[in-house]
């Protein structure tokens, strides 16, 4: 017996190990999630602090809208239909103005006609009696959710109505169809109309008043940032590709190729941004009516511009270069025509951004486009003295330079565009002697 209990402490010493390396490791390891995840936080909070700020603002408007719960004598009048003002304010809130604005202006507005429609509809059914008055709700339901699904499909609807259009079919839905069983059901409908409305009065509010986020101030911010992008990287292409033989082996700085990549998938952001934009009020410079649609025409420009961007990054692939000599011969009017469309781009960025007049662009402009003559001429020049052996050599050459003046006339066309813009927006002008470049 003495033996038994002998041989059964290492077994049980053995399993005591085993379940506190077990336990070191759990503890280790959720020490290392949070951790992970305090990282995470930190690095959300800093790259967006005013996401933060949203967080408190949301957490205001329900606090202040669950008042309605709290004070005895708002609870007289909401009674239990206080409950929609939460659920408004949680469903509106969004982390823009425009995106609030918009969603609380659909809800309400939706949640209006759709029961207005319920209590017009059902009233109109009574008319038929208890035989026909089913049909006819069943009818009506089915004619109008069907319009309102059918209207969802046209894009301008969708992209502006869609939230609202959904409320609408709910709404609709439940007014007639409980309005049948219940004859209180039209009373409850709106009172909870009522508390919708204060939801979304609440929200926006709180959203417009407390540290806003104006989100046509963000499209502004990147369609200027693009077109700085798009600027930096022809500026840097003129010397990574032109540069001379002897240097050809020397490391540059190409971090300015992937600047540009991120305007190529810009589209998305640009056109939800101007979506929101047009339901802000006026604010600052960015008067009523707004011309947001003429910053899509920049973005969309500016993409064009990317695209040809994106053919000529593959150039300064060394196995697909040219000759050096024949480079070298081009080099220069290359460089011209780059460096002054870059600096025509960093120029509109800039008058993007501070909404002022552009200057001096013009004078960019046309630099870019003398160049472009003088490289068809010298361009004319070499493909005479060439035998056909290094006509196939020089077909990189042709490609850079006919991309180039491609990109020369879409920086003219953005130019243009934002002429355009700032006419419409009303951009200050500003003295041309402060503006002169040094030479």
Same mark, same amino acid.
């Given at each position: 017996?003495?033996?038994?209990?002998?041989?059964?402490?290492?077994?049980?010493g053995?399993?005591?190990?085993?379940?506190?390396?077990?336990?070191?490791?759990?503890?280790?390891?959720?020490?290392? !999630?949070? +951790?992970?995840?305090?990282?995470?936080?930190?690095?959300?909070g800093?790259?967006?602090?005013?996401r933060?700020?949203?967080?408190?603002k949301?957490?205001?408007?329900?606090?202040?809208?669950?008042?309605?719960?709290?004070? /005895?004598?708002?609870?007289?009048?909401?009674?239990?239909?206080?409950?929609?003002?939460?659920?408004?304010?949680v469903?509106?809130?969004?982390?823009?103005?425009?995106?609030?604005?918009?969603?609380?202006?659909?809800?309400?507005?939706?949640?209006?006609?759709?029961g207005?429609?319920?209590?017009?509809?059902?009233? *109109?059914?009574?008319?038929?009696?208890?035989?026909?008055?089913?049909?006819v709700?069943?009818?009506?339901?089915?004619?109008?959710?069907?319009?309102?699904?059918?209207?969802?499909?046209?894009?301008?609807?969708?992209?502006?109505y869609?939230?609202?259009?959904?409320? *609408?079919? *709910?709404?609709?839905?439940?007014?007639?169809?409980?309005?049948?069983?219940?004859?209180?059901?039209?009373?409850?409908?709106?009172?909870r109309?009522?508390?919708?409305?204060?939801?979304?009065?609440?929200?926006?509010?709180?959203?417009?008043?407390?540290?806003? +986020?104006?989100?046509?101030?963000?499209?502004?911010?990147?369609?200027?940032?693009?077109?700085?992008?798009?600027?930096?990287?022809?500026?840097?292409?003129?010397?990574?590709?032109?540069? +001379?033989?002897?240097?050809? /082996?020397?490391?540059?700085?190409?971090?300015?190729?992937?600047?540009? $990549?991120?305007?190529?998938?810009?589209?998305?952001?640009?056109?939800?941004?101007?979506?929101?934009?047009?339901?802000?009020?006026?604010?600052?410079?960015?008067?009523?009516?707004?011309?947001?649609? /003429?910053?899509?025409?920049?973005?969309?420009?500016?993409?064009?511009?990317?695209?040809?961007?994106?053919?000529?990054?593959?150039?300064?692939?060394?196995?697909?270069?040219?000759?050096?000599?024949?480079?070298?011969?081009? /080099?220069?009017?290359?460089?011209?025509?780059?460096?002054?469309?870059?600096?025509?781009?960093?120029?509109?960025?800039?008058?993007?951004?501070?909404?002022?007049?552009?200057?001096?662009?013009?004078?960019?402009?046309?630099?870019?486009k003398?160049?472009?003559?003088n *490289?068809?001429?010298?361009?004319?020049?070499?493909?005479?003295?060439?035998?056909?052996?290094?006509?196939?050599?020089?077909?990189?050459?042709?490609?850079?330079?006919?991309?180039?003046?491609?990109? +020369?006339?879409?920086?003219? !066309?953005?130019?243009?565009?934002? $002429?355009?813009?700032?006419?419409?927006?009303?951009? $200050?002008?500003?003295?041309?002697?402060?503006?002169?470049?040094?030479?």
């Amino acid at each position: 017996m003495a033996l038994m209990v002998s041989g059964s402490q290492p077994n049980t010493g053995s399993q005591t190990c085993r379940w506190w390396i077990f336990l070191k490791d759990l503890s280790e390891k959720a020490k290392n !999630k949070v +951790v992970d995840v305090a990282g995470k936080v930190n690095k959300l909070g800093r790259d967006e602090p005013r996401r933060i700020i949203h967080c408190l603002k949301v957490g205001l408007a329900i606090t202040l809208v669950s008042l309605l719960y709290y004070v /005895q004598p708002l609870y007289k009048i909401f009674g239990e239909c206080g409950v929609w003002a939460v659920l408004t304010v949680v469903l509106v809130s969004e982390f823009t103005v425009g995106g609030t604005l918009g969603r609380g202006l659909n809800r309400t507005f939706a949640t209006l006609l759709g029961g207005a429609l319920g209590v017009a509809v059902e009233r *109109l059914a009574a008319i038929f009696g208890d035989i026909g008055q089913p049909i006819v709700l069943g009818l009506f339901v089915m004619i109008i959710n069907a319009v309102v699904t059918f209207v969802r499909f046209f894009p301008e609807m969708k992209a502006r109505y869609d939230y609202g259009l959904i409320i *609408l079919m *709910l709404t609709f839905s439940m007014v007639s169809i409980s309005g049948y069983r219940d004859e209180e059901a039209l009373i409850i409908a709106y009172e909870r109309v009522l508390t919708i409305i204060v939801g979304c009065v609440i929200a926006v509010l709180v959203c417009i008043f407390i540290c806003p +986020v104006w989100v046509g101030e963000d499209l502004q911010r990147l369609i200027a940032a693009n077109l700085e992008k798009l600027g930096c990287f022809l500026e840097a292409f003129g010397s990574a590709y032109c540069r +001379v033989a002897g240097d050809a /082996q020397i490391k540059i700085d190409e971090s300015f190729l992937q600047g540009y $990549k991120s305007v190529l998938t810009s589209k998305s952001s640009e056109e939800t941004m101007a979506n929101l934009a047009r339901w802000e009020p006026g604010h600052g410079r960015f008067l009523f009516r707004h011309p947001w649609k /003429q910053y899509l025409k920049v973005g969309t420009l500016a993409r064009e511009c990317s695209y040809k961007i994106e053919i000529l990054s593959r150039h300064l692939a060394p196995e697909i270069q040219a000759p050096q000599e024949i480079r070298g011969e081009i /080099q220069e009017s290359c460089r011209e025509m780059t460096r002054e469309s870059g600096k025509a781009l960093k120029k509109l960025a800039e008058a993007i951004r501070t909404m002022t007049l552009p200057t001096v662009i013009d004078f960019h402009v046309e630099n870019s486009k003398a160049a472009a003559k003088n *490289l068809v001429a010298l361009w004319e020049d070499i493909t005479t003295t060439l035998d056909d052996t290094t006509l196939l050599e020089i077909i990189p050459v042709a490609a850079v330079t006919s991309t180039v003046m491609d990109i +020369v006339i879409c920086s003219e !066309k953005i130019s243009e565009a934002v $002429k355009e813009l700032a006419s419409l927006a009303h951009f $200050k002008s500003i003295d041309p002697i402060l503006t002169q470049e040094e030479p």
